[in-house]
């Protein structure tokens, strides 16, 4: 061990380094990014096709078919779903979980492409989503108020603008408006008055509202020299350029669009609804920039949203919903109570074992490797999430045996006359391989669990990942940092009563076991009358593990994957069949909003009535969300310390949903950690439909 002798004999570089880590360390956690859930890569593509007006059987053979064809050969390819409805197919690509985001990626948006030849002329442009977890909107801004949709449309489009010059937000989504057009209504007296067929009419405003590419005019052959670009304007960009929209030229003059017609500014007919707290809303659904620090970027957008919007009518109310930050910062804080607390506990049992002076060394140890592993996972590009606290809260009790064996030791030493500097180098020394195996020897139990495949174990990697990570700055803050500090801050008197214990224990084989006091004492004498009896020892031993296991076995409360929580979140989702209207839609999904609104503990309940996209949007169904769906409610629940179990409000909200006929109600919270969905899904294939 010369090499680490040389090391600590050395102090102040070794105290040198430890302060600029753990200072670099207490700065990455002030500015590491925090999520709630770790970032992982979902292999699942998204491909939507728009086609106004094809039927679902058309959109299967026009629309799904030829796409199918060209992404069932792609690489890795794990499944192929498909949906085909009035206007719309969708095709969501699952890969195997150990492929190539980027490549797959590549290769689907290569292979749409190929097959956009073979779609109608009329669909759209197939649209391909990436579905990323971290591209999820992390706060609702909810504009709401009783005035005119027109101006609550107007201010939410301005602070949208405000909002998505923040630099750290990715997008604003606005949701729960209607597009803005603009209304000709035709006058058929003024046609026959102006002598102006339907046909010429039409002609006009198809040939007007088209780009023209003009070119560019060389006047260098002429002797002027120079290039002109020429610009012809031909589409529609104002309302102005719609009402002075030329129809025909007669001797009297040139007809215009707003001679044969009334042109007014009005929305889209209404298909879908959005409401907050039973009240009309409009909501920007904020997408974070990845790698970026989401209770920052929440605190930004709430201040840049108050400062915005303090001089706006009282009329118009702003309000903010499903804040992830929030669950952040109960989970952060959460854990990090569970840490302070376990260190707390832990440093009454080392003070109750090596006394107040040597307790502090080993004290000193637990924020020492928590920053150098924060460090560490700064520098490896990661985020602070709650799998890595809970490895943290795992290895509290852990990353301290190196600190207590290397510290009892030197104390021991101490006690029979070296001085505490070489005591501790001593025990560096001494204790080197012992506790570098019983290291490895966890490290090594935690290893194969990183190799977890499929989505479930990125998502659980990040925990032994976490483990390993600590316990390796432990080994280094025991076998370095410790000693040198040590050194300096050791027990250097030891009391007579130690002293002979130490003497006792030195004594080779005569040592009287009756004479070492304390806690080390008591063990001896029984450690020592049990190895007089190696069978009896043995016998019990043997029992208390099948005692264990038939208790197990017959008390166990089941099996999991993943720990059920108190809901952050919960999913009302009404379906219908039918070839319902858009106000009909409403009219039933209005009746479960009013009731769920009867129930008491909920913060905000956030209304979607007819089509209920996917992609970037608050959505808690995923491939189990309902195809018939006709309204979602997203539930927010208050405080949990303000409320009753979440639990106990779903309940009440399912048993306030029966006797609702023509619909069927599924109330289901939001699920934490993979895997998410029914715990069961039974599909029929066939060729023929019917």
Do not use: C
């Amino acid at each position: 061990m010369n090499a680490l002798e040389a090391i600590l004999r050395r102090p102040r570089s070794v105290l040198t380094m430890m302060v600029v880590m753990v200072i670099a360390g207490i700065f990455t956690y002030i500015n590491i990014p925090k999520e709630s859930d770790p970032d992982i890569d979902v292999p699942v593509f998204y491909v939507s096709i728009v086609h106004e007006g094809i039927s679902p059987e058309d959109a299967v053979r026009l629309l799904i078919k030829p796409m199918e064809t060209e992404l069932r050969g792609l690489d890795g390819l794990k499944q192929i779903t498909t949906t085909a409805s009035t206007g719309h197919a969708a095709i969501v690509l699952e890969f195997k979980s150990d492929i190539d985001h980027d490549e797959a990626s590549t290769d689907v948006r290569e292979k749409v492409d190929q097959a956009r030849s073979k779609l109608p002329s009329d669909a759209k442009e197939p649209t391909v989503n990436e579905i990323n977890f971290s591209l999820a909107p992390i706060i609702a801004v909810v504009i709401s108020g009783d005035v005119p949709e027109r101006t609550l449309y107007r201010h939410a489009r301005r602070l949208k603008d405000q909002i998505e010059a923040i630099s750290t937000v990715l997008e604003a989504n606005l949701t729960g408006h209607r597009e803005e057009l603009l209304e000709v209504v035709i006058n058929r007296t003024a046609l026959e008055s102006y002598n102006i067929s339907q046909e010429q009419l039409v002609n006009a405003v198809v040939r007007n509202n088209q780009l023209i590419t003009a070119g560019f005019m060389d006047a260098g052959e002429n002797g002027g020299g120079g290039s002109f670009n020429v610009k012809v304007p031909g589409l529609f960009e104002t309302a102005k350029d719609v009402y002075d929209l030329p129809i025909v030229s007669t001797s009297d003059g040139v007809v215009t669009l707003q001679d044969v017609a009334e042109i007014k500014r009005t929305f889209k007919d209404r298909t879908n609804y959005s409401r907050f707290n039973g009240k009309p809303d409009i909501a920007i659904q904020v997408v974070k920039r990845l790698g970026t620090n989401v209770v920052e970027n929440s605190v930004r957008v709430r201040e840049v949203v108050e400062a915005f919007t303090k001089d706006w009518p009282e009329a118009i109310k702003v309000d903010f919903a499903l804040d992830q930050s929030t669950s952040v910062f109960e989970i952060l804080n959460s854990l990090q109570s569970s840490i302070m607390t376990a260190i707390a506990l832990v440093m009454v049992v080392v003070v109750a074992a090596l006394g107040m002076r040597s307790s502090l060394l080993v004290g000193l140890s637990i924020p020492a490797s928590f920053m150098v592993s924060f460090l560490i996972l700064g520098l490896m590009g990661h985020t602070l999430n709650m799998m890595h606290m809970f490895g943290m809260v795992l290895t509290v009790g852990i990353l301290v045996d190196g600190a207590i064996v290397i510290v009892e030791y030197a104390d021991r030493k101490v006690a029979e006359g070296l001085h505490r500097r070489e005591a501790y180098i001593l025990a560096a020394n001494r204790m080197f391989w012992p506790i570098v195996s019983s290291t490895a020897t966890t490290l090594v139990a935690f290893a194969p669990m990183i190799l977890w495949p499929g989505v479930a174990g990125k998502f659980m990697s990040y925990l032994p990942f976490t483990v390993i990570i600590v316990l390796s700055a432990s080994l280094l803050t025991a076998m370095i940092f410790l000693p040198v500090l040590g050194g300096l801050l050791g027990r250097n008197k030891i009391s007579n009563e130690d002293a002979q214990s130490a003497n006792q224990l030195a004594g080779g084989s005569h040592v009287d076991y009756d004479n070492i006091r304390g806690m080390a004492g008591t063990y001896i004498r029984l450690l020592e009358r049990l190895v007089r009896h190696p069978f009896l020892v043995l016998l019990a031993s043997a029992l208390v593990v099948v005692g264990v296991f038939l208790s197990f076995q017959k008390l166990a409360a089941g099996v999991e994957f993943f720990v059920d929580t108190e809901p952050e979140q919960a999913f009302v989702f009404v379906s219908g069949r039918g070839n319902m209207s858009a106000k009909e839609k409403f009219d039933l999904v209005l009746e479960v909003e009013k009731r769920v609104l009867e129930v008491g503990g909920l913060k905000s309940v956030f209304t979607t009535i007819g089509t209920v996209g996917s992609g970037n949007q608050f959505d808690g169904g995923g491939a189990d969300r309902p195809t018939d769906l006709i309204g979602q409610l997203i539930l927010e629940p208050a405080d949990y310390n303000l409320r009753r179990k979440g639990k106990a409000i779903l309940e009440e909200i399912r048993s306030k949903m029966v006797n609702l006929p023509g619909i069927v109600v599924e109330v289901r919270k939001r699920e934490e950690g993979p895997p998410t969905g029914k715990d069961i899904r039974l599909q029929i294939t066939g060729g023929n439909l019917a």
